[in-house]
């Protein structure tokens, strides 16, 4: 009976750390997904107001909110 408990344990301690694994991995992928878009508009803007074009800010901004 003993063995058979321990393994059970032993199963259930995997499987927490393999559930908090999925986790980790789904919140660093959301992650990784804002910081590229939040790249991608500081560098969009960066580039149009370095050409000090308020139009092609306003466009990069648009199309950065309907594509997000």
């Known amino acids: ?9 032993r199963i259930c301690k995997v499987l927490k750390i ?3 694994n999925e986790r980790l991995m ?4 959301r992650m990784a997904s804002d910081v590229r878009r939040v790249y991608f508009l500081y560098w ?4 149009c107001f370095q050409r000090k074009s308020h139009v092609n800010a306003l466009i990069v901004r648009l199309y950065y909110e309907n594509n997000t």
């Open 1 to 9: 009976m003993y063995k058979a408990e321990t393994a059970a344990n």
């Open 18 to 20: 393999n559930q908090e």
């Open 26 to 29: 789904q919140e660093y992928e």
């Open 44 to 47: 969009s803007c960066l580039v």
